[in-house]
């Protein structure tokens, strides 16, 4: 019954590499997300998908690009890796409609830990 | 598995009141615990907490962690109505695999005028 799931938990990979990070949320929510952690505990958030729609891009490059296939989905990728991108991955979700109490609650996935050699 | 709960879920105020969120937990080989506040979009960091009996303070905020109970509270004394939001807890724990964290599920504060 997770309410938000990502996988996988641990990535290492090279340099270089392409790779993904799959999250899903069976809350019914409309908005998901993409945060950052580094290495001082900072959650920075990435990317926020609504209804299908990019809503929020904070300065990410673009070698991240989120992919949504469908609301209750929200896939990260990753393309030419870089040791700088060694980091956290925690994916969240909200119910965004206005007028909900709960709009901006966020429920946060377990997180992936990326580790680039 | 690592477990970090907050209490109470949600809390209504009025300005000028002084709050106390709680936040327990179990973790596997404890490294820190930190407090985010989040508002519209994402949380923003409020403080990291390692040591047992030391208190963080910013402001109105403060912060203190007990290692031996498990549990930190976060303080907020003459609330204001932009101290309304929902408060993270984190932990920090280690295994195998590195340093993870683990969130609760948050307290919603509501500071009214």
């Known amino acids: 019954d997770t309410a938000v799931s990502q996988t996988p938990k641990y990535l290492v990979t090279q340099m270089g590499n392409d790779k993904s990070i799959k999250c899903e949320q069976n809350?019914?929510?409309?908005?998901m997300y993409w945060y950052k952690q580094d290495s001082k505990k900072f959650l920075k958030i990435m990317f926020s998908?609504?209804?299908?729609?990019?809503?929020i891009n904070e300065t990410v490059p673009n070698r991240f690009s989120p992919k949504s296939p469908d609301k209750a989905h929200l896939n990260l990728h990753i393309n030419s890796l870089e040791l700088g991108d060694s980091a956290v991955y925690f994916c969240?979700?909200?119910?965004?409609?206005?007028?909900?109490?709960?709009?901006?609650?966020?429920?946060f996935g377990p997180g992936t830990r990326l580790t680039v050699t | 598995e690592d477990k970090v709960v907050q209490s109470p879920l949600s809390l209504v105020v009025h300005e000028g009141d002084t709050v106390t969120l709680n936040c327990s937990y179990e973790v596997t080989n404890f490294r820190s615990l930190l407090w985010y506040k989040q508002e519209k979009k994402a949380p923003t960091f409020l403080f990291m907490l390692?040591?047992?009996?030391i208190e963080k303070k910013s402001g109105r905020l403060s912060s203190i962690l007990d290692k031996k109970e498990l549990f930190s509270i976060l303080n907020i004394t003459a609330t204001q109505t932009g101290d309304s939001a929902i408060y993270l807890c984190?932990?920090?724990?280690?295994?195998?695999?590195?340093?993870?964290?683990?969130f609760g599920g948050g307290t919603r504060l509501m500071v009214k005028p």
């Open positions: 809350l019914g929510h409309d908005t």
């Open positions: 984190a932990v920090e724990g280690k295994n195998n695999a590195g340093n993870m964290l683990t």
């Open positions: 998908y609504n209804n299908k729609e990019l809503i």
């Open positions: 969240a979700s909200s119910a965004s409609q206005p007028g909900l109490a709960s709009s901006y609650e966020q429920y």
């Open positions: 390692t040591s047992s009996g």
